[in-house]
């Protein structure tokens, strides 16, 4: 039978009676519940037995670095040999002396992160970390300081640069240390050196602003306002007489067009025929220089025609628009190349199959602007190294189960569902993915809460242990990633033990293949439980709600994807989804969905405060509509002819004994309604009519 009844057990704080409100309900005695509640309606039925395993502490104390690391260190940041003076230091005062001694021009990252590591040992004295940046995390910083150091150079070419075209179109004789110091002292001396009144003028409000209005200056300000100081001259001139003002404006032309290229061309160049004047600048080392080919390319353009029109035009205006085609195509090459470096990187972290969030961040910053390039290389893809590895398995509902380690053996685990709090972190789920300790082209896992310490297996079981530096060591916690041995996701092979890959078996996790060897080899489910999902890092603990979720298709399929995060108020959960649909979980009931019109009426009718759901929304048999059982004998049946209405008590027994909708009655078409001393509810068909004073309960047609 579909729907038969059994005594339903009361839910905490009062919900087993339901009030009378507006007529909406009277209260009735001995309501009874639906017994035929599908298993996996309720709390997932997982054939996993939820670990409880405290972490050693022991495994994750990383032992103190070796010389060898420490020479190897000391060369890595460049400040000479590593003499007794570093050998004899513990690991916690070598990184203080890192941080002491480094080059922080050269090496700033790894400054700023042996002073960050050297603080937490300072607090924590048997911390890691000062080990862990001894043995493998300087090494990275250096790196990635090499780069950095790389693109600040070029970014101090171009600056310079900038400065200089600058300063020569303003005419102002610049040195080294004007050229090469920062934006707001070349604003400064700009000031101080300038003959042009606006020049000095601008410069003066440049400098009280900030870097950008320095740029500013520099890259355009500055050469509009010495075009207005030399207009004014010229204006001056004019009052001499037209032909020296015209004189004027010729030798202005000359030296502008020179000063784009950042060239202070002697006074002799000025009183040149423009082509003279056009074949002298082709003699400067600036117009041999490659990255200047649209200006070399132009003026031999403009000297190839034999009209003083073109040699002018080239001088007013045609070396600056080819020196922009210079800019623009050498400001396209590197961020190309700028671009390229992107790809590549993601090109590696789509090949590894473990690193999404690195793919992800690459695509977002490939879909930007030239800053979200930037900003990847030098930033972003740093901050999405680590992520969290869940179980695959759908015959043990092990989806939202993830690898977990303090130190010691490794679990699966999905948490212990909070009674006080909506969600809370898993914790000791997360692992930082690493080039392989011992292939860099695989991949190792440092925790991303034990410093220095790697999953590595050990008597074929899977744990977590901190690295010694050893070969072994790092054989061992070296894994390659091969596609899932069943469906989507990734396969995790030992590097050293080929064939073996990661599995979880009742909840532990070994070193495993399908020969039936040892007891974790066993075939069944060898596939699928060796097979993982790479997610975001930092997992919540999975409460019932989202372990059933994430375990079935179709209810996924049916509710669609959360849209709001976990609710939990008066010892029940809920949360919404995207098709008009929740999920409610109690400790008596379990997890059950509410969808569509039914779900609009339990909201309307007080939700989880009346009572809670049973069954989830399902289908009636005739598929004309759905119905929704809930605790202690009350149902919403709803079709789209009828609406979603309320039945309950006696009038819900009464349509029950009649085989429900399939009776002449058909489908309620109002909540029960008080009309004088009677409850009343209409159906298709007709009526159903208690009477709380009798307890007569009867049907009628109309």
């Given amino acids: 039978m579909r729907r038969t009844t059994v005594p339903g057990r009361r839910l905490a704080r009062g919900l087993a009676a339901v009030a009378v409100v507006t007529g909406l309900m009277a209260p009735v005695a001995a309501h009874a519940a639906p017994s035929d509640i599908p298993a996996a309606a309720g709390n997932p039925a997982s054939a996993l037995a939820i670990p409880q395993v405290a972490a050693d502490p022991a495994a994750t104390a990383v032992p103190e670095s070796t010389e060898v690391e420490k020479v190897r260190a000391v060369r890595a940041i460049e400040v000479g040999e590593a003499t007794d003076e570093w050998l004899m230091l513990s690991d916690k005062n070598f990184v203080f002396r890192v941080f002491d001694k480094i080059n922080a021009d050269k090496y700033p990252l790894t400054k700023a992160e042996a002073y960050r590591v050297y603080k937490i040992v300072v607090e924590k004295a048997d911390a890691p970390d000062a080990t862990a940046f001894i043995r493998t995390s300087i090494h990275d910083f250096v790196d990635r300081d090499h780069l950095e150091y790389a693109r ?40 101080r050196r300038s003959t042009g009144p606006k020049v000095k003028d601008g410069a003066m409000t440049a400098w009280g602003g900030d870097s950008a209005a320095w740029k500013k200056f520099i890259g355009t300000d500055i050469f509009t306002l010495h075009i207005a100081d030399q207009r004014d001259a010229i204006e001056k001139a004019k009052q001499e007489s037209e032909e020296a003002a015209r004189i004027l404006a010729a030798k202005q032309a000359k030296k502008n067009a020179a000063a784009v290229l950042g060239i202070v061309v002697p006074d002799g160049w000025l009183v040149l025929s423009d082509d003279n004047f056009i074949r002298q600048l082709l003699t400067t080392a600036e117009l041999a220089d490659p990255r200047h080919i649209e200006v070399r390319n132009a003026a031999e353009a403009a000297l190839r025609s034999s009209n003083p029109a073109d040699w002018k035009a080239f001088i007013d205006t045609g070396l600056k628009a080819a020196d922009d085609r210079d800019a623009a195509r050498e400001k396209a090459i590197r961020e190309e190349a700028d671009r390229k470096k992107v790809r590549d990187i993601r090109a590696k972290a789509e090949v590894s199959l473990v690193r999404p969030r690195l793919v992800a961040a690459a695509n977002a910053a490939l879909a930007g602007t030239p800053a979200d390039v930037t900003k990847f290389l030098t930033e972003t893809q740093y901050n999405v190294q680590t992520q969290s ?55 190792s896992l440092e925790s991303a809460t034990h410093a220095g310490s790697f999953v590595r297996h050990q008597d074929y079981r899977v744990k977590l242990h901190a690295n010694d530096g050893t070969d072994a060591f790092k054989a061992s916690a070296t894994w390659c990633a091969k596609a899932g041995l069943e469906g989507a996701g990734v396969a995790l092979e030992s590097k050293n033990v080929p064939g073996r890959f990661m599995r979880h078996i009742n909840s532990e996790i070994w070193l495993a293949n399908d020969s039936g060897q040892f007891a974790w080899d066993t075939p069944t489910l060898y596939k699928p439980d060796a097979t993982w999902n790479i997610v975001d890092p930092d997992p919540l603990i999975s409460t019932h709600i989202q372990l059933r979720w994430l375990n079935e298709s179709a209810l996924r399929t049916i509710v669609g994807a959360p849209k709001a995060p976990e609710v939990l108020v008066d010892g029940i959960r809920y949360r919404e989804y995207a098709n008009n649909a929740r999920i409610y979980w109690g400790k008596d009931t379990g997890v059950r969905s509410i969808t569509g019109e039914a779900l609009t009426k339990f909201l309307a009718s007080g939700a989880h405060k009346m009572r809670m759901p049973v069954i989830d929304t399902t289908p009636t048999p005739d598929k004309k509509g759905t119905y929704t059982h809930f605790f202690n004998g009350l149902s919403i049946y709803w079709t789209p002819e009828t609406g979603a209405h309320l039945v309950y008590g006696a009038i819900r027994d009464r349509w029950q004994a009649m085989d429900w909708e399939r009776s002449y009655l058909g489908y309620p078409k109002t909540d029960e309604e008080q009309v004088g001393n009677l409850r009343r509810s209409t159906f298709q068909g007709g009526y159903i009519y208690h009477d709380p004073a009798t307890g007569r309960t009867w049907d009628t047609k109309f």
């Fill in 152 to 191: 600040r150079q070029e970014e101090a070419r171009l600056a310079r640069e900038a400065r200089q075209k600058a300063a020569a179109f303003a005419e102002i004789p610049a040195d080294a240390a004007m050229l090469d110091g920062n934006d707001q002292n070349f604003v400064y001396q700009v000031w």
């Fill in 389 to 443: 590895i869940m179980a695959t398995t759908a015959a043990t509902a092990a989806k939202g189960w993830y690898v977990r380690a303090g130190g010691g053996d490794a679990f699966i685990t999905p948490g212990v569902q909070s009674g006080t709090v909506a969600d809370a972190p898993l914790g000791e789920a997360s692992w930082k993915v690493v080039p392989g300790l011992a292939d860099e082209n695989c991949f």
